[in-house]
T-cell receptor, first 111, second 111 residues
Framework: GENVEQHPSTLSVQEGDSAVIKCTYS??????FPWYKQELGKRPQLIID?????GEKKDQRIAVTLNKTAKHFSLHITETQPEDSAVYFC??????????FGQGTRLTINP | EADIYQTPRYLVIGTGKKITLECSQT?????MYWYQQDPGMELHLIHY???????EKGDLSSESTVSRIRTEHFPLTLESARPSHTSQYLC??????????FGPGTRLTVT
């Protein structure tokens, strides 16, 4: 079955700098890769996703890149702001299979 | 409004009690999931369902059961609560595009 590894487990950046979180997956048949953001005391919420027929997707300050050959995908946050502080989870699935989540990254934005 | 609901939001019970955590969604989704999560930590899949009368065990299903008699309802039952069950329980449903929507969670404390 699918296995997703996420790094780093914690990340601290200065406000205004960029943050990058990386995930690797094991199942080459996986074709859907979402990212979730979980603020303190809140539920996880989908912030961006990408499918295997696309190499990059961008939504304002966040972007996701996918390298199918290397089986890894990354979340990029530019011009970080204090409200970006949260735990971020990557995930992967092959349609009919259940979503498999990474271990999470605690991102802290320092003012 | 289409959403996913969980009750109770907070629960404190004694060891050995039987409890049922409720989850309902009004989005008409077939796939539903239960996760256990300590605050800000990894999401552990407990049970999932792909539709009415379909239930499967996840990676962490010990001492709990689920049922799926109606599409919108997916309750989780702990037959005999233990202090090790103290955690947050998140219910989720999955849309047609593979994206998961999470409920607000039930924070359970077993004394």
């Amino acid at each position: 079955g699918e296995n997703v590894e996420q790094h780093p487990s914690t990340l601290s950046v200065q406000e205004g700098d960029s943050a990058v979180i990386k995930c690797t997956y094991s199942d080459s048949a996986s074709n859907y890769f979402p990212w979730y953001k979980q603020e303190l005391g809140k539920r996880p919420q989908l912030i961006i996703d990408i499918r295997s027929n696309v190499g990059e997707k961008k939504d304002q300050r966040i972007a996701v890149t996918l390298n199918k050959t290397a089986k890894h995908f990354s979340l990029h946050i530019t011009e970080t702001q204090p409200e970006d502080s949260a735990v971020y989870f990557c995930a992967a699935t092959q349609g009919a299979q259940k979503l498999v989540f990474g271990q999470g990254t605690r991102l802290t934005i320092n003012p | 409004e289409a959403d996913i609901y969980q009750t109770p939001r907070y629960l404190v019970i004694g060891t050995g009690k039987k409890i049922t955590l409720e989850c309902s969604q009004t989005m008409g989704h077939d796939k539903m999931y239960w996760y256990q999560q300590d605050p800000g930590m990894e999401l552990h899949l407990i049970h999932y369902s792909y539709g009415v009368n379909s239930t499967e065990k996840g990676d962490l299903s010990s001492e709990s059961t689920v049922s799926r008699i109606r599409t919108e309802h997916f309750p989780l039952t702990l037959e005999s609560a233990r202090p090790s069950h103290t955690s947050q329980y998140l219910c989720a449903s999955e849309g047609a595009g593979d994206e998961q929507y999470f409920g607000p969670g039930t924070r359970l404390t077993v004394t």
